[in-house]
């Protein structure tokens, strides 16, 4: 349930970096710390930041991984990660039907619009979101019953030399 593609916390980044800050300023009182601080010590102990969690991210990726199997009940890696997916495909498919529900919930107020340009539009758009309105065929779009035994009819018969 966890997403092991994030990086590291940014809050993390912000601590280790005001330790940093703090461990350079060693036993200065703190409430002037901000005043005293040039750009380049905060640059220089964010970048340090960084580095500090570069190395750290094949722990913090194991961790991930580790609460991540934790929280589906599963010791397989690899089933955690389909799950993963899958529920964001849930979520992701459930977000976009409820934004097509409010769309045509809107076309449809519109469409009892005293004004007939708003008519006209809401039925424009109740069309786009059913998308083209194609005719049902007038069968399964293969051969009826009685084509199928004619054309068996002619195979066995050897009209037909493979197909």
Avoid: F
Wanted: proline fraction near 7%; hydrophobic fraction near 35%.
């Amino acid at each position: 349930m966890t997403d092991q593609t994030n990086p590291a916390p940014a809050d993390l980044r912000q601590r280790i970096a005001e330790a940093l800050m703090r461990w350079a300023e060693g036993g200065n009182d703190p409430k002037y710390a901000t005043l005293r601080r040039p750009e380049t010590v905060t640059r220089n102990a964010y970048g340090r930041a960084d580095a500090v969690l570069a190395e750290l991210r094949p722990e913090l990726d194991r961790l991930g991984d580790y609460e991540n199997r934790i929280n589906w009940g599963t010791s397989c890696g690899s089933c955690g990660h389909v799950l993963d997916s899958s529920i964001r495909e849930t979520d992701r498919a459930e977000k976009a039907e409820a934004a097509v529900a409010r769309v045509q919930n809107l076309g449809n107020v519109w469409l009892d619009a005293p004004d007939p340009l708003a008519r006209a539009m809401a039925a424009d758009l109740i069309s786009c979101i059913r998308g083209p309105q194609r005719p049902a065929p007038a069968h399964d779009a293969g051969p009826t019953i009685a084509e199928a035994a004619a054309n068996d009819a002619r195979w066995w018969g050897g009209e037909k030399t493979g197909e």
